[in-house]
């Protein structure tokens, strides 16, 4: 008697007990909301986020106790024409030769302001050298990371102000009112994507089912992944701290493999009861087939996720714990409470129908035409079509040879945020508020007075102000801040980080006997960043391949099928990248997308992108070959077998890859360029990797290679489930002939 794996005994248990294994996942989702909602999540903070000398330097300033405050600041302009300078300080009134209304605007502020007490002090106001604005500089209380917590406050002084003199423009500039508009705008994009991404993937399931309950299982299932994913992401943030971007991640991959799993097992158990199965047989042989194939995929992309790991990076690590957790959450719900309603409901899961997109989709009669048709190039002329295929995909992939990595700037903020709008004014009436080098050095107490001379000797070659130079309570840091006068990520800007890493730093501060030193601020983190992932970027790579590797080595017993999912995965990667470059890179979308160009790809993109498309290909190529291998293993010639796997798989394999490139898509939408540039990226793997791999690539592939496919294992001859439960065999499909 041949022992049933676990999917099966699981699927069975569910499909009996159906009551049961309901309530038990409803208790977990539940369970995990009402935790991960108590319990809270923990931010990360500028120390997990360095990297490099710039991490280094944001390190010992906290541990010198030598952390910048947050510092926001009240930009008053007129509305059209100049503005009068206002010199009064914050406590004077009008004087004379000055506009009375903007001192009158700056006496409100810092009355305003000194009430809160989340304002440790307001400075004088400062005048644009053109007289353009006024700057009022306003220190908060309280750790610098949480600022955003509480800026709130004064945003709503300022408003109150903007109130009282609605003749001037009076408004808020500085890390945490940006940070609150971003995500304030991140919420709201969520929000859309949500309403937009329901509807439509409960349409395209409705289309794929004809029924409505078929099509409102797998939406409901991955919503419950997608909630549970989200209290168990905020219990691991108190492990691997949240960097603000997880539950965009956990929503978008929830639904994309949440939906993907269900459709996989939902299509081959309404397949086995087409061919006369009862329903608990029909759920047992989905479990044998489709739920192996959920669990070899779910681990493949677990498995990719898991080399961001190698990065020693706060961003990637937060990322790959959201995605970890959404996509083995989707699949137990796949093995467990899926074949539970399958049980429960039986036939009714054909119920109600939609009478023309039922008929449409459930047809009966000869063989499919469409499929067999695009097969037949791959099929006839194997060999040509994969070089002209492959080539094709290469041309594609060329672009990203020259990819440029760059943090995302001020440039790259949407000019629709407010706090956006007031920076770029800010930024033209006060170059210098740009930004800033932050020079920090730790040595012994012994050498604070060299290193303070070192420090003023640096000033005065930069234009520092000396004065500024701060020290720690013990002496042993010290930290002195550079004015930037250019943009962020302008080449001026990396010229000037360049100038004192290699030279003006070295020249003064690296002459103190025993001293420690790092280089900080935006535009060090920025190129740090950059570089720190060109340096992990093979590691990743490598330990995905690897386990990738030997998981479909194992599954298939194939070291041929493993070599060859590599390589297509790769190649539809490539192309996806080589789309990535053409479209924000080399500005060809700008128009259509909404977005301006900044002339390279956010830096942490491209290899967030190629472990989760890697993993996500997965999906399709492990259902897609154990379709054939089934094929192949009833006996039936391999090119043969090529054409009936494939073309049994087709419909599952569209349905989901429009699935998913619809939740991508809705991405591709939303106003970060970040946001964008994933959205995009995915959404164009996904279409290649559906459309041009499964459809030309790997056909073409296996059909050359014959039986070799299977080496080093003989593919004994084994009647598929379906066909042992009594399906008498099918005729070989025309595209095979």
Not at 25 to 48: E, I, K
Not at 172 to 201: C, F, H, M, W, Y
Not at 214 to 229: H, N
Request: proline share 5%; hydrophobic share 55%.
């Amino acid at each position: 008697m041949t022992t049933k794996s676990v999917t099966v005994r699981v699927a069975r248990w569910s499909a009996t007990h159906p009551w049961r294994a309901v309530a038990l996942w409803l208790v977990f989702v539940a369970a995990c909301v009402v935790v991960g909602g108590a319990v809270g999540s923990r931010q990360a903070t500028d120390r997990d986020l360095g990297v490099g000398e710039s991490g280094r330097a944001t390190t010992m300033e906290y541990e010198g106790g030598l952390a910048m405050p947050a510092v926001e600041n009240v930009l008053i302009t007129a509305r059209s024409g100049p503005l009068a300078a206002a010199t009064a300080t914050a406590d004077a009134g009008a004087t004379a030769g000055t506009d009375a209304g903007v001192d009158a605007a700056v006496a409100e502020v810092a009355r305003r302001f000194r009430d809160l007490p989340e304002v440790a002090a307001v400075g004088d106001p400062v005048t644009a050298p053109d007289g353009s604005a006024v700057l009022i500089p306003v220190t908060m209380r309280g750790d610098p990371d949480t600022a955003g917590d509480r800026v709130a406050a004064l945003l709503a002084a300022t408003e109150a102000a903007q109130r009282a003199h609605p003749d001037l423009r009076i408004e808020q500039v500085g890390r945490a009112s940006v940070d609150k508009g971003i995500n304030d705008l991140v919420a709201q994009d969520l929000g859309k994507a949500e309403k937009l991404s329901l509807p439509l993937t409960l349409l395209i399931m409705v289309v794929v089912f004809g029924a409505i309950v078929a099509a409102g299982v797998p939406v409901l299932l991955a919503l419950s992944a997608v909630a549970a994913a989200i209290g168990l992401s905020t219990l691991a943030t108190h492990v691997v701290p949240d960097v603000g971007t997880v539950n965009s991640v956990i929503l978008l991959m929830g639904m994309a493999v949440g939906v993907d799993y269900s459709l996989f097992y939902l299509k081959r158990e309404r397949e086995e009861r087409a061919r006369g199965l009862g329903h608990i047989d029909a759920i047992e042989i989905a479990a044998a087939t489709s739920g192996r194939a959920v669990v070899v995929s779910g681990l493949a992309v677990i498995v990719s996720m898991s080399g961001l790991y190698l990065t020693g990076d706060a961003i990637f690590a937060s990322l790959a714990t959201g995605s970890v957790i959404v996509v083995a959450v989707a699949m137990l719900g796949s093995l467990t409470v899926l074949p539970a309603l399958l049980g429960k409901l039986g036939r009714w899961v054909d119920r109600p129908r939609v009478p023309l997109v039922w008929r449409l989709t459930n047809r009966a009669g000869g063989p499919p035409r469409l499929w067999p048709a695009l097969l037949r190039p791959a099929l006839r002329r194997p060999g040509v079509t994969l070089v002209v295929s492959v080539l094709a995909l290469g041309a594609l992939a060329l672009p990203a040879l020259g990819m440029t990595l760059r943090n995302t700037g001020a440039d790259a903020l949407p000019r629709t945020i407010p706090v956006v709008q007031a920076y770029d004014r800010m930024t033209a009436a006060f170059p210098d508020q740009s930004s800033s080098h932050n020079v920090v050095v730790r040595a012994a107490a012994t050498q604070a007075g060299a290193v303070r001379a070192a420090l003023a000797e640096l000033a005065r070659r930069t234009g520092a102000d000396p004065a500024a130079v701060r020290a720690s309570a013990d002496g042993r840091v010290h930290a002195l801040t550079v004015a930037v006068p250019y943009e962020d990520t302008s080449p001026q800007a990396a010229e000037s980080l360049r100038a004192l890493r290699s030279d003006l730093v070295p020249a003064t501060v690296g002459a103190v006997p025993g001293a420690e030193y790092a280089v900080g601020g935006y535009v060090a983190e920025s190129l740090d960043y950059s570089t720190h992932q060109v340096d992990k970027l093979p590691w990743v790579i490598g330990f995905v391949l690897a386990l990738t590797l030997v998981i479909m080595a194992v599954t298939f017993r194939s070291i041929v099928v493993a070599l060859t999912a590599i390589a297509v995965n790769l190649l539809s990667a490539g192309a996806a990248f080589g789309l990535l470059v053409l479209v924000f890179q080399h500005r060809w979308a700008e128009g259509l997308l909404g977005f301006h160009s900044t002339g390279a790809v956010v830096a942490w993109v491209p290899l967030f992108l190629f472990v989760v498309l890697f993993g996500l290909s997965m999906d399709y190529h492990v259902f897609v070959v154990s379709r054939i291998r089934e094929a192949a293993r009833s006996g039936l010639p391999a090119r043969a077998a090529v054409a009936d796997g494939i073309i049994r798989s087709a419909g599952v394999v569209t349905s989901a890859a429009a699935v998913m490139v619809t939740v991508f898509a809705i991405f591709a939408g939303l106003t970060l360029i970040d946001m964008k540039q994933m959205g995009v990226g995915l959404a164009a793997a996904v279409l290649i990797d559906a459309v041009v791999i499964r459809v030309v690539v790997l056909p073409s592939l296996m059909a050359l290679l014959g039986s070799a496919n299977w080496w080093p294992s003989r593919l004994g001859r084994s009647p598929e489930p379906a066909r042992a439960a009594g399906r008498p065999p099918e005729r070989v499909p025309v595209a095979a002939r």
